[in-house]
C-alpha cells in the first residue's frame, strides 16, 4: 500500500482546509485510515481515523471542527479541516493499516497564522 497526501497550505485561523490521501496497491486490504499529526519539538499524534464500515474517532481537540471521511472503493480518505487554530500548526500524515502493518504517507504540511 502506498499513500500519497495533498491538500495542505497557509491559512488564517477560523478558515478551512481539506486533506485528501489517495492510497495505491492493495487499497481493498485496508482496514482503518486516519490522520496524524505532528508539530515542532511534539510527538506525533492521532487526529482521526475512520474504519472500513464509517465509524469515526477524533481527538478531543478537533471535535466539531474536523470531519474524516473516506471512498472504500478509490482508496481515499480526506480530512475536512474547519474553524483552524493556530495550535492546529503541524505536518500531517495519513495512515492505513492492513491487519498485516500499518502504512504511513509523506507528511503535508498545514501552518494556521493568527
Known amino acids: 500500500v502506498q499513500l500519497q497526501a495533498s491538500g495542505g497550505g497557509l491559512v488564517q485561523a477560523g478558515g478551512s482546509l481539506r486533506l485528501s490521501c489517495a492510497a495505491s496497491g492493495s487499497i481493498f486490504s485496508i482496514n482503518v485510515m486516519g490522520w496524524y499529526r505532528q508539530a515542532p519539538e511534539k510527538e506525533r499524534e492521532v487526529v482521526a481515523t475512520i474504519t472500513r464500515g464509517g465509524s469515526t474517532n477524533y481527538a478531543d481537540s478537533v471535535k466539531d471542527r474536523f470531519t474524516i471521511s473516506r471512498d472504500n472503493a478509490k482508496g481515499l480518505v480526506y480530512l475536512q479541516m474547519n474553524s483552524l487554530k493556530p495550535e492546529d500548526t503541524a505536518v500531517y500524515y495519513c495512515?492505513?493499516?492492513?491487519?498485516?502493518?500499518?502504512?504511513w504517507g509523506q507528511g503535508t504540511q498545514v501552518t494556521v497564522s493568527s
Open positions: 495512515n492505513a493499516g492492513t491487519i498485516l502493518r500499518s502504512y
